[in-house]
């Protein structure tokens, strides 16, 4: 994930609040991508009909305004932010996957099960697909360590050498990193819109939305904390 390697890296440099604007420019690109997808795709009537999607979105906006009033608040990295993040992300969670029983909503479509099944059936080669996982994870694991570090190196130039503020850095890392997402999110429509339904492709797209802006505040953004926290006292 972009947002992990520019947030770990942006901590390592000591450009904690890079790594915080990082995450909220990627958390309000991120809403805002998935609202012209939608917009594009013409399913905002599908949201409209569907309170589970409303919850779901609530708690997105809600991944958006933590961040900004750590800023306003001028609250600093803190180790203590860590287990209120993780039970934010517990709670969270827990209120969505409840709305989506609540409402009865699938978060997969009939293609999605059938590809899991396939999947399923093709996993009986454990031993052989576990080497290669290893070997690929091992390869990617080096390859963003480079590119990282050397990311890493940039920001501080940028900051320290050339008077940067970190809010530029990090609402740039934020633009940056957010590319992916829009992909994800015009695709997922196009996909279900042409295969099952235009329900299952805005599902699947706020699905991401959720999964993306929790991840980068809650986990990653505690990652961010932990690794400041660990070279600030050395």
């Known amino acids: 994930m972009p947002e992990l390697l520019t947030v770990f890296f942006s901590s390592v440099q000591g450009l ?3 790594s915080l604007y990082n995450i909220i420019s ?59 993040f993780v039970l934010l992300f517990i709670m969270l969670y827990f209120v969505k996957q409840n709305a989506y029983k609540v409402y009865k909503i699938n978060s997969m479509s009939e293609s999605q099960e059938k590809e899991i099944e396939e999947e399923k059936r093709w996993v009986k080669n454990k031993k052989k697909i576990a080497i290669n996982t290893c070997f690929k994870l091992l390869g990617v694991g080096i390859i963003l360590f480079v590119i990282g570090n050397l990311l890493g190196n940039t920001l501080e130039s940028f900051s320290y050498n050339f008077n ?64 400041y926290v660990i070279v600030m006292s050395f």
């Open 16 to 18: 904690f609040g890079a």
């Open 26 to 84: 990627s958390n309000v690109i991120n809403f805002i991508q998935y609202i012209c997808a939608i917009k594009i795709n013409k399913n905002s009537y599908v949201i409209r009909k569907n309170r589970a999607l409303k919850i779901e979105l609530g708690i997105v906006v809600v991944t958006i305004i933590i961040p900004i009033l750590m800023t306003a608040l001028e609250i600093d990295a803190n180790i203590t932010v860590v287990p209120i």
């Open 164 to 227: 940067i503020p970190e809010w530029v850095i990090g609402i740039i890392l934020g633009f940056v990193t957010s590319i992916p997402e829009l992909i994800t999110f015009i695709e997922a429509q196009k996909h279900h819109g042409k295969e099952t339904s235009d329900e299952h492709g805005v599902i699947e797209a706020t699905s991401n939305l959720f999964a993306s802006n929790m991840l980068n505040l809650f986990v990653i953004e505690s990652i961010g904390i932990v690794t």
